[in-house]
């Protein structure tokens, strides 16, 4: 298994639950179902600074670093 990155290929905003499900073997859809539900059982902010903070953290597929 590869590094946990952002999809670009398997993505609806930024890619973080595609590169998630594509590193793990899952399915992208449910994970996405998954995350929805776990929004609005917990009040949706605590996952939602998560996602954008997965967005900044993780690279997307294939960036090189150069330097």
């Not at 890619?15 to 995350?35: D, H, K, M, Q, T």
């Amino acid at each position: 298994m590869g590094k946990l990155t952002r999809s670009t290929t398997n993505k609806k905003l930024a890619g973080v639950l595609g590169g998630i499900a594509e590193r793990f073997g899952l399915n992208a859809n449910l994970l996405r179902v998954i995350y929805v539900i776990a929004m609005f059982a917990t009040g949706g902010a605590p996952l939602i600074i998560a996602y954008f903070v997965l967005v900044l953290l993780l690279k997307k597929d294939g960036d090189q670093i150069h330097g």
